[in-house]
């Protein structure tokens, strides 16, 4: 992997360079495990004058979920009482004869950039921009594996859920269960904070689980996801509890589950953000169901759980092959529950088979 790291901070060094800076500070995690392969608490990545530099409080531990660093870059542990890690390297970028250092203004707070200007004062300062996002946006086929892993883990921590005791059970307990399995199987741990719902919470995007007990004639609903190596997918499905379905519950998930196929059909290199949402979307508005949709048909996953590109109304932008993104439509009818189908996909041409789906529990809907 050592070359893959060099080859994007040099894509990193190159943008730079355009934009008149030969300097670099990266301070957000996410960027900065992306282009070092590790990002310690508090961490920067300095790319230097001749040397690229992981600046951070105390020694990495390579035990750590959060990798281990490229060989090829020098790591620089500062002591604990030192100060903060972004100073230190605008410190060290001014002793190498830099005369200008673009940083993420996006990711530091006004204090801390006051900070770097102080310690520094004749470095220029320059914003970085998303210009690391952009280049996370499309992934490798080893960032794909690995995000591939992480769907294998959520199935089969989520299928022996489905396979035991429900009714009777808190929201809380079964959450607590499937982070459980989620590490058990081989997941640094979840890639969010497990969502389960139950009667008439069912359906609620981001619904926090709580002491609510699950009845026979509930909807289930479920949302987890792994984080594996870093990189985090998630998996959101309904199911029935106890009984046959009643009509009602028929009629809804299906409405549901016509709208996320909608939309994982419409993923395709070039096909536009707020398209792919349109097309989820169009399936739930002609059916009465417009008022209350969340803001979004689905995002981008990656080294974090919520990342570009933003399926959204008003998001513009097309997408390019190997980028993963979800598709998660929804509907929740207050006092009574709804119904929320989640899937991590990868987008590929028709030449290549056509949209990757990671996550494959069935989304036939089951009364457990």
Not at 127 to 154: C, F, H, N, P, T
Not at 159 to 182: D, K, M, N, Q
Request: net charge negative.
């Amino acid at each position: 992997m050592s070359e893959v790291y060099a080859a994007r901070r040099e894509r990193l060094r190159e943008r730079c360079s355009a934009g008149g800076s030969a300097t670099a500070l990266v301070s957000r995690p996410a960027n900065v495990r992306y282009l070092a392969g590790a990002a310690p608490r508090g961490a920067v990545l300095l790319l230097g004058v001749g040397e690229d530099v992981l600046l951070c409080a105390g020694p990495p531990d390579d035990q750590h979920a959060d990798g281990r660093p490229d060989e090829a870059v020098r790591v620089h542990p500062l002591p604990v009482s030192s100060g903060d890690p972004a100073v230190a390297a605008a410190d060290l970028a001014a002793a190498q004869g830099a005369e200008s250092l673009a940083v993420e203004e996006h990711h530091l707070t006004v204090a801390r950039h006051r900070a770097l200007g102080s310690v520094a004062p004749r470095l220029r300062l320059a914003d970085l921009g998303g210009a690391v996002e952009q280049l996370r946006l499309v992934k490798d086929e080893e960032e794909i594996s690995l995000l591939r892993i992480g769907a294998e883990i959520a199935d089969q921590a989520l299928s022996e859920l489905l396979e035991s005791i429900l009714v009777g059970r808190t929201e809380r307990h079964l959450a607590l269960e499937l982070e459980r399995r989620l590490v058990d199987h081989g997941a640094d741990g979840p890639a969010f904070p497990t969502s389960v719902a139950a009667g008439p919470n069912s359906g609620r995007r981001g619904h926090r689980p709580t002491d609510r007990r699950v009845e026979e004639g509930d909807f289930l609903s479920v949302c987890l996801g792994a984080a594996y190596r870093g990189y985090r997918c998630e998996i959101g499905r309904t199911f029935v509890i106890g009984t046959s379905p009643a009509d009602w519950q028929v009629e809804l998930y299906d409405l549901v589950f016509a709208a996320q196929r909608a939309g994982r059909e419409a993923l395709a290199p070039g096909a536009g953000y707020r398209d792919v949402d349109r097309a989820a979307r169009q399936v739930l508005d002609s059916a009465g169901h417009g008022e209350g949709l969340p803001p979004m048909t689905g995002h981008g996953v990656g080294l974090e759980i919520d990342e570009d590109p933003q399926l959204a109304p008003t998001a513009m932008g097309k997408l390019d092959a190997c980028v993963p993104v979800t598709v998660e439509p929804g509907v929740h009818l207050p006092g009574r529950g709804g119904v929320r189908i989640d899937d991590t996909l990868v987008v590929r041409s028709e030449a290549d088979g056509g949209p990757e789906l990671l996550t494959i529990t069935t989304k036939e809907l089951l009364a457990l």
